[in-house]
């Protein structure tokens, strides 16, 4: 049996172009339980003592949760869309996220602002589609730079908007625990498309995004 969690997305990713993982199984727990438990070995713990016994499931389930994305369809979410007759920006800011850093399998964490100019016919998105988005990509082992440009590709893709843009920032806790251990060190990225290009509606997305 597969082990497969996730709360209420459930269709498999497999669309190359936005970055569908193109794996066709699912998140195997009793493999991450071994797994982790040769890691306790391995840093000296004993994996059989009373606060450990349980840790390998707990890891699997929790890592289930957190690598869900791998398995999640962007297009079926942004698949629901409204005939509005909004033409103008439509922006989804300061959206939180968790991701997984894939160098050391340590969290990045932060925010993305998401948003697009609607295509002629003004069909838009709902709005959390645009949150559920950041989540299908950030729940994968993850570079912040391919987070950034999956989302907007995925934007693109499926809503064919005349713009979109996308920016995140985000902490990397393997800058900050570890390694060069500079906490509070902030990463934004970027990726602009179409009509966002065009400096004056760039100007107007990012002073929206920024004026705090
Ligand atoms: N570009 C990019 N780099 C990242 C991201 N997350 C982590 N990194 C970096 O990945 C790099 C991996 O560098 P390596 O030299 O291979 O690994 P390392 O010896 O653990 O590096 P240090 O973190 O400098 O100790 C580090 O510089 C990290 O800061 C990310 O999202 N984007
Ligand atoms: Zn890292």
Redesign the pocket.
């Known amino acids: 049996m597969t082990h497969f969690d996730d709360d209420d997305l459930t269709a498999t990713a497999d669309h190359s172009a936005v970055g569908g993982s193109g794996h066709h199984h699912k998140v195997d727990r009793p493999r991450i339980e071994a797994a982790v438990r040769e890691i306790l070995l391995a840093i000296g713990e004993d994996p059989d003592r009373g606060g450990l016994q349980d840790t390998p499931k707990r890891v699997a389930k929790a890592y289930a949760e957190v690598f869900a994305g791998l398995h999640q369809d962007p297009g079926s979410v942004l698949g629901t869309t409204f005939d509005l007759d909004h033409e103008e920006l439509v922006l989804v800011k300061d959206i939180p996220f968790y991701s997984t ?4 399998l340590v969290p ?1 964490h932060g925010v993305a602002h998401v948003g697009y100019i609607p295509s002629h016919d003004g069909r838009v998105t709902g709005l959390s589609k645009l949150a559920r988005l950041v989540d299908i990509y950030a729940r994968r082992p ?6 950034t440009t999956q989302i907007v590709e995925a934007l693109v893709t499926f809503l064919k908007p005349r713009g979109a843009i996308v920016v995140v920032e ?1 902490e ?1 806790m ?2 900050s625990m ?3 251990r500079k906490p509070g060190a902030k ?1 934004v990225t970027s990726a602009v498309r179409g009509q966002l290009h065009d400096p004056a509606t760039r100007a107007e997305a990012m002073s929206l995004i920024l004026g705090r």
């Open positions: 850093c894939e160098h050391h990045f993850q570079v912040q730079e391919r987070l985000c990397h393997c800058m570890r390694g060069i990463t």
